[in-house]
């Protein structure tokens, strides 16, 4: 009894780690891109650049057109990576997705530490975790904590990837909203998956 515990509790601890390890990931990789971001789009470097010798600045740029380390720059778009495709921009988002809640950001910082905490019941009440739940886990752990940050650091959170899809402009998004979308495709994948498996099993009974 005690060694079936003792392999319960490390494969817990695994689990924990497993889960820690990609969540930390993600909120790095989450928070090094709006970082650079909000220093090439930064009045402060703008200037310092300009101070060692004469130049065109990104914000101004964004104004008027022109080329960025070799990037064309479309005003009212951003920084051009793909043409009538994929934009850099730099949006400051105080809203959710798509812009609801615009201005709420306590409420919004308020609801993500309420859907990290039942997505923590949720992990403790799983009864057979596998990779691909360790890894949805992490994800949106990750995603959830990323835009946390910069909710409760900066008052907004940083929007940076902007695409142009049959000519509709999608919402600007980053990093962190990329792993929760990630992840949540995942949970919904190992639910379905689940319940396949459950209906299988049922029918294999019902037969013998």
């Known amino acids: 009894m005690c060694v079936g515990d003792d392999m319960e509790k490390n494969k817990k601890r695994k689990t924990s780690i497993y889960i820690l390890i990609i969540t930390f990931i993600g909120v790095l990789l989450d ?4 970082f650079f971001i909000r220093n090439i789009f930064s009045d402060i470097l703008c200037g310092l650049v300009c101070i060692k010798a004469p130049c065109t600045c990104l914000l101004e740029l964004l104004e008027i057109g022109g080329e960025y380390n070799g990037f064309n720059v479309i005003p009212g778009k951003g920084i051009e990576i793909i043409n009538n495709f994929f934009y ?6 105080t809203g959710g997705a798509w812009g609801i809640f615009s201005g709420n950001v306590i409420f919004l910082a308020i609801i993500s530490i309420f859907v990290m905490i039942l997505l923590y019941f949720f992990l403790k009440s799983e009864k057979n ?13 990750a995603g959830i904590i990323g835009n946390l940050i910069d909710r409760v650091m900066n008052g907004y959170v940083t929007d ?3 695409f142009y899809i049959l000519g509709y402009d999608y919402p600007v998004f980053n990093i962190a909203d990329i792993l929760i ?3 949540i495709i995942l949970m919904i994948i190992d639910v379905v998956r689940g ?5 299988k099993e049922r029918k294999r009974k019902h037969k013998n």
Not at 31 to 34: A, R
Not at 129 to 141: A, D, M, N, P, Q
Not at 195 to 199: L, P, S
């Open 31 to 34: 928070q090094i891109s709006k």
């Open 88 to 93: 850099i921009t730099n949006v400051e988002n």
């Open 129 to 141: 975790i596998t990779k691909l739940s360790i890894t949805y886990y992490g994800l949106l752990f």
């Open 160 to 162: 940076f990837l902007n």
């Open 181 to 183: 979308v990630i992840g």
């Open 195 to 199: 319940e396949i498996h459950v209906n």
